[in-house]
């Protein structure tokens, strides 16, 4: 028991690692929105500082830079980071270059002091990626939630004792025994006893599996009815549940990381605008000087300190503080506005990977159907379709099994009726037989049907035979399947009006009810009889296969545990967050709150209208700015209407930016 203490005391400090990691992104948030509010603060007193003492410039100079490096130290520092990786053209390095040229620029002959300007560029700058920040939400990279599928104890025969122990410490070939309720801790074969074995967490499979001597076990199931004996075929390393965990580790770590749009950005604009100043510092002059032959030398060296002037210029108004924080604004609106539709997106970068979804791979149970069984079909041979059901009801009806409450569903009546139940004897791995009034009724499957000698008959409707006999005879068979949700049908076929091209459904179930959802939902194609380590090699091979068509994107939608590796492993993983489980919504880039697969196409939607509204900002910015620099250029543009032009834009933008939050009507 003392390994097993220590199993639970490893649990606890994932779970601790877990809560510290959430709390260091909220202090990180914290420090942040304190650190701009304290620049603002030492921003106005240096101003006034400027405009009520007269200074020395290499004074004010002092202290400008007292808030300039509260609040760019850090973008400083990623600028410096980036050239000694040999990246130095992204948004980090040209905040940087045209801040300093803000501040070096007071030092010319006969230029005025941009010492405040300096420091607003750089606190738009922080503001933009506060806004950034927080709409990237918590990391998502804890699988400490698959600890619930975890087996903590394993009960090992040894020496004709059973031992309590670690599962890590079972050896292969060794005896284990598993009671009613515990895990399944390694992988075996049953050497004796029968049973029923809850696989929903692992293959999502709804059904549970009837097991008996002979049959192989996975780890990670839920035993649910009786006492069961297995030899262990493979050490926990090497079992499923421990697969499943690792898969998801991994997966993570193999996810490509999507560029965020700001940044695609920069590395065009970046060099462009570094060059062109450069050019407008040295070119003019040169130029100039040529045309002069009398001193060449004097007038370059007197043109030089204007041209540089403008092309310091040039840099402060080309910073992109309007894109800094109008883009990150739309794609933050967009988030507010998918979550108040139920949509949570776990950050900006997914919105640009879900605009150009082209793939939709669904796992079944829990995703396109509910889940829950309901009764499809009641085909009597010696009675009535009521009086069928009113038996199977009855003898059903102190059954925890989820087919049991399909039955007593379907005939709510029973508990009212007054009918006599006696004798109830449930028998592992064939079903229930009971004296209801003086028949003894067997309902179970073939095998119970055989035992007693009842010549039952199959039926051509898929799903889940449930056969009754009454006194040993043949009384006909229930249909139960897994019943589709509503909008499935719908959410399939506005995907396609979306332009998806591929809609895919990858399940544990039997093939024969794989095939049947498949058709009534009209999906492409459909893999059946999968384990988590098929889908996430099923996916990777299609996410090989549309490497030949650029720009489009893989998104995986499921529920379950099973489906963690694979919404990880995908470029954008959607998961039902109404009743899914833990760990599939810590693996999930995209949650849907109310489990509705028609979402998946409004999330499409939302994040389309949130990159357009980005690039209006972009095309709008960029305009402005082009013109502005044009004037610049020419020394017709002063400092002062150059940041007036940049502050209208960013509004403009911002308010445009804020559309994104209004998602009642979406456009394609």
Known sequence: MAHNHEHIECCEHEHHHEHHHEHHHENELRGQIIKIAVTVVLLVAAVLIE?????????????????????????????????????????????????????????LPGAETQFPEAVFVMLFFQIGELFEGYAEGKSRESISHLMDIRPDIANVERDGNVLVVNPEEVEIGETIIIRPGEKVPLDGVIMEGDTALNTVALTG?????????????????????????????????????????????????????????????????????VFAAIALAIIPPLIISLSTPDSQLATFNSQLPIWLYRALMFLVVSCPCALVISVPLAFFGGIGGASRNGILIKGANYMDVLSNVKTVVFDKTGTLTHGQFVVTAVHPDSCDERHLLHLAAHVEHFSTHPIGAALRDAFPDEATDGCRLSEVEEIAGHGIKARVEDHVVCVGNTKMMDSIGAKWHDCHHVGTIIHIAIDGEYAGHIVINDKIKDDSATAIAELRRLGVEKTVMLTGDRKEVGEDVADKLGLSEYHAELLPADKVRLVEQMLDSKLSTPGSQLAFVGDGINDAPVLARADVGIAMGGLGSDAAIEAADVVLMDDKPSKIATAIKIARRTLRIARQNVCFAIGVKVAVLVLAAFGIATMWMAVFADVGVTVLAVFNAMRALDVKTVNR
């Open 51 to 107: 405009k009520y003492c007269a200074l020395a410039t290499w004074q004010l100079l002092l202290i400008y830079l007292v808030p300039y490096l509260l609040i760019g130290f850090e973008t400083l520092k990623e600028a410096a980071e980036g050239l000694a990786h040999g990246e130095a053209f992204n948004e980090h390095f040209l905040m940087s270059i045209a801040t300093i040229g803000a501040l070096c620029i007071g030092f």
């Open 205 to 273: 499979e709804s059904v549970p599996r009837e097991v008996s001597a002979g049959d192989e076990v996975i780890s990670g199931c839920v035993n649910i009815s009786g006492v069961i004996k297995v030899r262990t075929t493979k050490s926990f390393g090497d079992s499923t549940v421990s697969k499943i965990i690792d898969l998801v580790e991994n997966a993570t770590e193999n996810k490509s990381k999507s560029e965020t749009f700001i940044t695609k950005f920069a590395r065009v604009y970046t060099p462009i605008v």
